[in-house]
């Protein structure tokens, strides 16, 4: 199994990015999938999920309104598109499903 996230980076507070997890080495479409994050000296907090086929999505209460989770079964992707985003989002992110994990993308929210 192996999970690749991308599309982290610096951005302006306000800003938006949109965080990307290619999954390999299992059947995708039969998995719920998570987004967490760590900010910097913080616990692991859960940020979003996606139920295998997409329709059903939870969210923390502190990205509901602003994050998107979605995915795409048919490239093997579940995105993250994050937006309205505020120096508190500054993390590492990471993708995963059960207890697979990546070695997560850093999204930097600052002036």
């Known amino acids: 199994v192996q999970l690749v996230e991308s599309g982290g980076g610096l951005v302006e507070p306000g800003g938006s990015l949109r965080l990307s997890c290619l999954a390999s080495?299992?059947?995708?479409?039969?998995?719920?999938m998570r987004w967490y994050r760590q900010p910097p000296g913080k616990e692991l907090e859960l940020v979003a999920t996606?139920?295998?086929?997409?329709?059903?999505?939870t969210y923390g209460d502190s990205v509901k309104g602003r994050f998107t989770i979605s995915r795409d079964n048919t490239r093997n992707t579940v995105y993250l598109q994050m937006n309205s985003l505020k120096s508190d989002d500054t993390a590492v992110y990471y993708c995963?499903?059960?207890?697979?994990w990546g070695k997560g993308t850093v999204v930097t929210v600052s002036s």
């Open positions: 995963n499903r059960m207890t697979d």
């Open positions: 996606i139920s295998s086929g997409g329709r059903s999505t």
């Open positions: 080495g299992f059947t995708f479409s039969d998995y719920g």
